[in-house]
T-cell receptor, first 119, second 113 residues
Framework: GAGVSQSPSNKVTEKGKDVELRCDPI?????LYWYRQSLGQGLEFLIY????????KSGLPSDRFSAERTGGSVSTLTIQRTQQEDSAVYLC?????????????????FGPGTRLLVL | GESVGLHLPTLSVQEGDNSIINCAYS??????FIWYKQESGKGPQFIID?????DKRQGQRVTVLLNKTVKHLSLQIAATQPGDSAVYFC????????????FGQGTELSVKP
């Protein structure tokens, strides 16, 4: 079946502009996650959704970052007034359920990512 | 703070040999561990996972070992192939944290033909 999809695959923007990144999770997955991967770095948690609610936003770097999820499906990560340090690969993942619910339903499957370059 | 770290940043093996990638974690309360493979320009690909109540789990050509006494996780790849060349990440998660995966820095595996 279809995996997690993300769009755009690449985005180049100018400093100060706003960008929106989109994630389509695997059908039926209730949980959705956003991570960021900077050049040569590991993956950094940003936020996760259970349904349309975001119980944990602790990883968002600043108030310029926000995310929403509608209809328990598609999610959008918005970065306002982009800065050069925002340049990274933004990865989305989804899972059937959350950790602590049913064993192994918390396995997260990742999309291909959106490569963001802020000039 | 909490962290999941990898002992070796790079590993080079000969095609057909077995590979072992290691990972140390610092939080004994972690409940679930995952190995991901990431090829250049792609998102992380799930390989295998294990819960904290197990010490070994096998998949196709891969085995994950968990030693909770020394907080160590390893990924064994049998008969390594050129297609196995990638960066491998271990990650941990706590049952009470919903879905926040904590990743290690990654080990780059290079398979020589």
């Amino acid at each position: 079946g279809a995996g997690v999809s993300q769009s755009p695959s690449n985005k180049v923007t100018e400093k100060g502009k706003d960008v929106e990144l989109r994630c389509d999770p695997i059908s039926g997955h209730t949980a959705l996650y956003w991570y960021r991967q900077s050049l040569g770095q590991g993956l950094e948690f940003l936020i996760y959704f259970q349904g349309n609610s975001a119980p944990d936003k602790s990883g968002l770097p600043s108030d310029r970052f926000s995310a929403e999820r509608t209809g328990g499906s598609v999610s959008t990560l918005t970065i306002q007034r982009t800065q050069q340090e925002d340049s990274a690969v933004y990865l989305c993942a989804s899972s059937l359920g959350l950790a602590g619910e049913n064993p192994y339903q918390e396995t997260q499957y990742f999309g291909p990512g959106t490569r963001l370059l802020v000039l | 703070g909490e962290s999941v770290g990898l002992h070796l940043p790079t590993l080079s093996v000969q095609e057909g040999d077995n590979s072992i990638i290691n990972c140390a974690y610092s939080n004994s309360a972690s409940d679930y561990f995952i190995w991901y493979k990431q090829e250049s320009g792609k998102g992380p690909q799930f390989i295998i996972d294990i819960r904290s109540n197990m010490d070994k789990r096998q998949g196709q050509r891969v085995t994950v070992l968990l030693n909770k006494t020394v907080k160590h996780l390893s990924l064994q790849i049998a008969a390594t192939q050129p297609g196995d060349s990638a960066v491998y990440f271990c990650a941990e998660i706590h049952d009470n944290q919903g879905g926040k995966l904590i990743f290690g820095q990654g080990t780059e595996l290079s398979v020589k033909p």
